[in-house]
């Protein structure tokens, strides 16, 4: 079965897979979305004697059917290999009574490297099977940990071009050190003085500018995307809730067809968007829990059907999570609306030029497989204290966002459904948060004097991503205003 790819807001027109990852967004502004959601028809069994490579395999094969299964293998094979530090890839942990998902153990020590490890093979793939003579510009705004598992994916590699723009008050010390330190001749980093909504906001825009498209074009660039608006960056995601599954089903913790629940810390909306995918493939889920911080804007959207972001952004602890305009939720949206692009864009263009929108008391009844709730930052210190007291686990807060969440969940519901978590970064990029929650002696040290620390408590050693930083010399140091940012990608690329 060939699965093709439409926009959310267009007229129905399709493209394959390979074009929907190079081109990132539609014309129209819309996301790409599959044509249909192709049926996971392997035995839960038989998943459960796979790699985490043939796992991959099976389910990507699903979605990317204009690419070959020598291409995929190799794209797998490339991107999942000694650059994680576990031949598992994604092992699961049981804490606190739950499964923890780690899907940390990549290249930069955050969920974003199980995507981004293997976008770059997929996009080169895409380009020589569609003729694509321009290089490839990789224009991607960050809060935090997709920058630099995109800069690490990209760097050196051929016939792209990797910019990433980020919020400079609104990263942890760890992630701006592991993004400012980047090598790479085609790599360029540059920091806002906005937050990340409107370095968004601007990429976006510049995906659409027709104008800068045809600049580019004439001096033989293309841009495209490695935000999770990308379908290349979606569809890898699937991949680890079937794996969790598989391995729960192959440890005897279930029984294969029995119901799970996964709990997702939730920013963009991209990490809960693919295992909501992987449910509607026929992956036994019975909810997903989606767990907010303080920007709790899907919280809200969960609790009353109106999507409203004219409210405060707050900085938190976890500033992976510190959105306010959730992009992948509009692929949720669509399937919402019937697959209804008319509606979709309207609804899109209320949220754009009046800040929200609502959805009607129909779609509202497709949330069904959802629950929404959020975590307080002292809620947040609190679960990584306690994870760690009681389980002698150390979490990172992100990951505590969605484990205080789920707290809430059983206390609101009383489902014991064996539980997923997704656990998406390591506890070492926020080395001052987990300090203060374990050990409240974070004061005024240095954030690697702090990564030392922790290691001596937790007994895991300080990974390699954080090691290679910490003397490693600042390459890159611009910082623009978000209205700069398109002179500045035409400057970094040498258009005048």
């Known amino acids: 079965m060939q699965v093709l790819y439409k926009s959310t807001r267009g007229k129905g027109e399709t493209v394959t897979a390979s074009m929907a990852i190079l081109k990132g967004l539609s014309e129209d502004g819309g996301l790409f979305v599959p044509t249909e959601i192709p049926k996971l028809d392997v035995p839960a069994e038989k998943l459960a004697q796979m790699t985490y490579q043939e796992t991959a395999y099976e389910v990507m094969s699903r979605f990317l059917t204009d690419f070959t299964e020598e291409e995929l293998k190799n794209c797998i094979a490339n991107a999942y290999d000694e650059k994680f ?18 899907l940390f153990h990549g290249a930069t020590i955050a969920f974003k490297d199980m995507a981004l490890s293997i976008l ?17 510009v990789i224009l991607t705004a960050t809060s935090g940990d ?11 590699v051929p016939g792209t071009r990797i910019i990433v723009f980020y ?34 906001t601007a990429v976006k825009k510049m995906f659409n500018d027709r104008e800068l498209a045809a600049e580019l074009d004439a001096a033989g660039f293309q841009f495209s995307s490695a935000n999770s608006i990308n379908i290349g960056r979606l569809v890898p995601q699937i991949v680890y809730y079937v794996y969790a599954y598989s391995r729960l ?15 997702v810390p939730t920013g963009n909306f991209g990490n809960i968007l693919a295992a909501y995918y992987a449910k509607q493939m026929g992956l036994p889920i019975n909810k997903l829990v989606c767990a907010s911080n303080e920007n709790k804007v899907l919280f809200d959207f969960f609790r009353t059907g109106t999507y409203d972001r004219k409210r405060d952004f707050i900085l938190t602890t976890s500033p992976s999570m510190d959105i306010l305009i959730s992009s992948n939720l509009e692929r949720l949206i669509y399937r919402l609306t019937g697959e209804d692009a008319q509606k979709c864009a309207e609804l899109m263009k209320s949220l754009s030029e009046g800040g929200e929108y609502t959805i009607t008391d129909e779609m509202k009844k497709g949330l069904v497989d959802f629950y929404g709730n959020y975590c307080s930052e002292e809620e947040t210190k609190e679960t990584i204290h306690n994870v760690y007291k009681n389980s002698d686990y150390v979490i990172d ?28 970064a390591s506890p070492y990029k926020f080395t001052r948060s987990v300090m ?11 954030d690697f004097v702090l990564a030392d620390q922790l290691s001596a408590i937790s007994g895991v050693k300080v990974p390699k991503a954080v090691e290679e930083i910490r003397t490693a010399p600042v390459l890159h140091d611009i910082v623009v205003d978000a209205p700069d940012m398109p002179d500045t990608v035409k400057r970094v690329l040498g258009i005048h």
């Open 397 to 424: 807060p992100h990951t505590a966002v969605a484990a205080g969440v789920y707290k809430k969940y059983l206390k609101d519901t009383d489902d014991h459904t064996v539980t997923v978590i997704a656990s998406t």
């Open 120 to 136: 770059p093979h997929l996009m080169t793939t895409a380009a020589k099977k569609n003729a694509v003579k321009n290089e490839i």
């Open 146 to 156: 997709t920058g630099k598992a995109a800069l690490a994916g990209f760097a050196d």
């Open 249 to 263: 089903v192959g440890q005897g913790k279930v029984k294969a067809g029995e119901k799970i629940n996964v709990v």
């Open 436 to 446: 203060d929650a374990v050990a409240d002696k974070a004061e005024d040290k240095d």
């Open 85 to 102: 530090d576990t031949s598992e890839i994604a092992p699961l942990h049981e804490a606190d009574g739950a499964y923890y998902l780690e």
């Open 167 to 200: 919020p400079k008050h609104g990263v942890s010390p760890i992630q701006e050190k592991q993004m400012v330190t980047q090598k790479g001749d085609n790599t360029y980093v540059v920091g806002i003085t906005g937050n990340f909504d409107d370095a968004q």
